[in-house]
C-alpha cells in the first residue's frame, strides 16, 4: 500500500475548505492510480479508520475537512483518457476547455468549476447557472469507476442495480441537492452523495455538439419590480441562464468593475443562437421593463464573456475574503424554492438586519444570501437568521440546499426538511455499504 504522509506542514494545507471550517487529521494518502484508492479504502475499513475524500477543497459546507482519521486526495488522477473519459481529479474546467476544443460541450457550470475537479463536481451533483438550461451534473454522466468504502473497485451505471437498500422518499419539485438521491441503480445513488458511498476515481460523460454563439447581457433594474417582470417574461424566452445581482452584489462587483451603474439589481443572461444573435428582440423585453436599457453591457465574443464571468466568480471569493478578514465561518444560504414564491422569499431576505450579499441562480429561483457577520455575537445571530430562513424554505415547497449539499455544516437543516424515518433510511444504506462507517464520517447525518 502507498505509504500515508504525516507531516504536519504538508497535512495543514488539507485541512480548510470553502467553508473555513478547520480540521484535523492524522495521515494523508495521494493515490496515483484506482487500485491505490482501493488499498487504502480496504485498509482503513479493516481498521475503522475514518475517510474523508478531499480534492480541490471548494466546497462550502465542510464536506471535504476531516474530523480525525486519514485524508484520501484524488488530486494525483488527473488524466483525460478521451473526450468522454475523464480521471475524477481533473480540474472541471480544464476538462472542458479540451472538450470544446473539439467542438463538443459539457454543460455543467458551477462556480468554481476552474477550481474544482470533475469527481468532487460528481460527488455534490454540483451544478450552476447554465442549469437553468442543461440540469445538474446527473444528467451528463453516464458511468463512473468507484472505489466503494469496502475497496470494491467496480464500473457503474444506470443498469447497475443497488445491492443496498434503497431509501424511498420525495424531493421537493425545485432545484435540489440535499440528501441522497432516491435511485435503485449505484451511479445515480454515488452522484450526489458527497463522499458517503465511495470515492469516484473516473466517469465517462455525455457531451454535446458546442453552441456556435452566445449572446451576453448583464442589465440594470431601478426597482425590484422591474426586475421580476423582465425575469417572468425572460423565462419564457430560451436562455440557457439568468443569474441575479443585488445592489450589495454590485457593490462588491463595482470595485472591480466601476462603469458598474448604480440599481437596484442586475440580471446576466447568456442566450444560445446560431448566428445572428437576437438584440433586438432582448432589447424589446428590457425597455418593456424599465430597465437601464442604456447602461446594459452586451458582450458577444468568448474573451468578454470571460471577463463577464471573472466579475460573477469573484463576487463568492470577494465574500470569502471578508469572512476571512473578520475571523468567522460563512453564513451563506443555498435556498431554492418554487418559482410562485420566489418574491416572497426575497422580501424575507430584505428583512435581515447584518450586511449581506445576495446573488445567484433566479432562473431557478435559486439565490445564495450571504451573511456577513463581523464578530462572534454577530455570527449568532446570523446562524438563527440561517435556521428561520430554511424553515421558511422548505414551509414554501422548497429545498434547504439547491446545490452546495449538506456536508458537516448543513445536517440541522436537512433535518427541517426530510423525516426522521428518511434519514434512517438513509443510514441503514449507509450501514450496508460501509459496514465500519469510514467515508465521511460526519457528513450530512451520524450514525444512529
Given at each position: 500500500?502507498?505509504?500515508?504522509?504525516?507531516?504536519?506542514?504538508?497535512?495543514?494545507?488539507?485541512?480548510?475548505?470553502?467553508?473555513?471550517?478547520?480540521?484535523?487529521?492524522?495521515?494523508?494518502?495521494?493515490?496515483?492510480?484506482?487500485?491505490?484508492?482501493?488499498?487504502?479504502?480496504?485498509?482503513?475499513?479493516?481498521?475503522?479508520?475514518?475517510?474523508?475524500?478531499?480534492?480541490?477543497?471548494?466546497?462550502?459546507?465542510?464536506?471535504?475537512?476531516?474530523?480525525?482519521?486519514?485524508?484520501?486526495?484524488?488530486?494525483?488522477?488527473?488524466?483525460?483518457?478521451?473526450?468522454?473519459?475523464?480521471?475524477?481529479?481533473?480540474?472541471?474546467?480544464?476538462?472542458?476547455?479540451?472538450?470544446?476544443?473539439?467542438?463538443?460541450?459539457?454543460?455543467?457550470?458551477?462556480?468554481?468549476?476552474?477550481?474544482?475537479?470533475?469527481?468532487?463536481?460528481?460527488?455534490?451533483?454540483?451544478?450552476?447557472?447554465?442549469?437553468?438550461?442543461?440540469?445538474?451534473?446527473?444528467?451528463?454522466?453516464e458511468a463512473a469507476q468507484?472505489?466503494?468504502?469496502?475497496?470494491?473497485?467496480?464500473?457503474?451505471?444506470?443498469?447497475?442495480?443497488?445491492?443496498?437498500?434503497?431509501?424511498?422518499?420525495?424531493?421537493?419539485?425545485?432545484?435540489?441537492?440535499?440528501?441522497?438521491?432516491?435511485?435503485?441503480?449505484?451511479?445515480?445513488?454515488?452522484?450526489?452523495?458527497?463522499?458517503?458511498?465511495?470515492?469516484?476515481?473516473?466517469?465517462?460523460?455525455?457531451?454535446?455538439?458546442?453552441?456556435?454563439?452566445?449572446?451576453?447581457?448583464?442589465?440594470?433594474?431601478?426597482?425590484?419590480?422591474?426586475?421580476?417582470?423582465?425575469?417572468?417574461?425572460?423565462?419564457?424566452?430560451?436562455?440557457?441562464?439568468?443569474?441575479?445581482?443585488?445592489?450589495?452584489?454590485?457593490?462588491?462587483?463595482?470595485?472591480?468593475?466601476?462603469?458598474?451603474?448604480?440599481?437596484?439589481?442586475?440580471?446576466?443572461?447568456?442566450?444560445?443562437?446560431?448566428?445572428?444573435?437576437p438584440l433586438e428582440e432582448?432589447?424589446?423585453?428590457?425597455?418593456?421593463?424599465?430597465?437601464?436599457?442604456?447602461?446594459?453591457?452586451?458582450?458577444?465574443?468568448?474573451?468578454?464573456?470571460?471577463?463577464?464571468?471573472?466579475?460573477?466568480?469573484?463576487?463568492?471569493?470577494?465574500?470569502?475574503?471578508?469572512?476571512?478578514?473578520?475571523?468567522?465561518?460563512?453564513?451563506?444560504?443555498?435556498?431554492?424554492?418554487?418559482?410562485?414564491?420566489?418574491?416572497?422569499?426575497?422580501?424575507?431576505?430584505?428583512?435581515?438586519?447584518?450586511?449581506?450579499?445576495?446573488?445567484?441562480?433566479?432562473?431557478?429561483?435559486?439565490?445564495?444570501?450571504?451573511?456577513?457577520?463581523?464578530?462572534?455575537?454577530?455570527?449568532?445571530?446570523?446562524?438563527?437568521?440561517?435556521?428561520?430562513?430554511?424553515?421558511?424554505?422548505?414551509?414554501?415547497?422548497?429545498?434547504?440546499?439547491?446545490?452546495?449539499?449538506?456536508?458537516?455544516?448543513?445536517?440541522?437543516?436537512?433535518?427541517?426538511?426530510?423525516?426522521?424515518?428518511?434519514?434512517?433510511?438513509?443510514?441503514?444504506?449507509?450501514?450496508?455499504?460501509?459496514?465500519?462507517?469510514?467515508?465521511?464520517?460526519?457528513?450530512?447525518?451520524?450514525?444512529?
Amino acid at each position: 500500500m502507498i505509504p500515508a504522509i504525516t507531516d504536519p506542514a504538508i497535512l495543514e494545507g488539507y485541512l480548510r475548505d470553502a467553508s473555513n471550517l478547520l480540521g484535523k487529521a492524522e495521515m494523508l494518502f495521494r493515490p496515483r492510480a484506482p487500485g491505490e484508492v482501493a488499498e487504502v479504502m480496504a485498509w482503513c475499513q479493516s481498521r475503522g479508520v475514518p475517510v474523508t475524500v478531499t480534492a480541490k477543497r471548494t466546497s462550502t459546507t465542510g464536506a471535504s475537512v476531516p474530523m480525525g482519521g486519514a485524508l484520501l486526495s484524488t488530486e494525483l488522477l488527473a488524466t483525460v483518457h478521451d473526450l468522454d473519459d475523464v480521471d475524477g481529479g481533473v480540474i472541471l474546467a480544464d476538462y472542458q476547455d479540451h472538450v470544446e476544443r473539439a467542438g463538443r460541450f459539457f454543460p455543467p457550470d458551477p462556480t468554481s468549476r476552474h477550481d474544482c475537479s470533475v469527481g468532487g463536481a460528481v460527488a455534490c451533483n454540483a451544478s450552476g447557472a447554465r442549469t437553468f438550461k442543461y440540469g445538474p451534473t446527473r444528467p451528463w454522466i453516464e458511468a463512473a469507476q468507484v472505489v466503494f468504502p469496502t475497496g470494491e473497485l467496480r464500473w457503474v451505471d444506470r443498469g447497475t442495480p443497488s445491492p443496498w437498500p434503497v431509501p424511498r422518499w420525495t424531493e421537493p419539485r425545485v432545484k435540489t441537492a440535499a440528501g441522497l438521491f432516491p435511485a435503485g441503480n449505484l451511479l445515480d445513488l454515488v452522484i450526489g452523495s458527497e463522499g458517503l458511498l465511495g470515492v469516484v476515481t473516473r466517469v465517462r460523460t455525455r457531451l454535446i455538439e458546442l453552441p456556435p454563439h452566445v449572446l451576453t447581457l448583464l442589465a440594470f433594474f431601478p426597482s425590484r419590480a422591474s426586475m421580476l417582470a423582465f425575469l417572468s417574461e425572460a423565462r419564457g424566452a430560451g436562455p440557457r441562464c439568468i443569474e441575479y445581482f443585488d445592489c450589495g452584489s454590485l457593490d462588491l462587483i463595482r470595485g472591480r468593475v466601476p462603469e458598474v451603474p448604480a440599481a437596484d439589481s442586475a440580471l446576466m443572461l447568456e442566450v444560445e443562437h446560431a448566428g445572428e444573435a437576437p438584440l433586438e428582440e432582448w432589447y424589446e423585453r428590457l425597455l418593456r421593463h424599465e430597465a437601464l436599457a442604456d447602461d446594459t453591457i452586451v458582450v458577444e465574443d468568448e474573451g468578454g464573456r470571460a471577463k463577464l464571468h471573472a466579475v460573477r466568480h469573484a463576487l463568492p471569493a470577494a465574500v470569502n475574503e471578508i469572512i476571512v478578514r473578520n475571523g468567522v465561518q460563512k453564513v451563506g444560504t443555498d435556498f431554492a424554492v418554487p418559482a410562485e414564491r420566489l418574491a416572497e422569499m426575497l422580501e424575507l431576505y430584505d428583512q435581515v438586519r447584518l450586511p449581506t450579499a445576495c446573488f445567484g441562480h433566479i432562473g431557478d429561483s435559486h439565490l445564495h444570501l450571504n451573511i456577513l457577520p463581523a464578530n462572534a455575537e454577530e455570527l449568532a445571530e446570523a446562524r438563527q437568521v440561517y435556521m428561520d430562513l430554511a424553515r421558511a424554505a422548505v414551509a414554501m415547497g422548497g429545498t434547504v440546499s439547491g446545490e452546495h449539499g449538506i456536508g458537516r455544516l448543513k445536517r440541522a437543516h436537512l433535518a427541517l426538511m426530510v423525516s426522521p424515518e428518511v434519514i434512517d433510511a438513509w443510514r441503514a444504506l449507509k450501514r450496508a455499504a460501509d459496514p465500519a462507517w469510514i467515508c465521511g464520517r460526519g457528513v450530512m447525518f451520524d450514525p444512529a
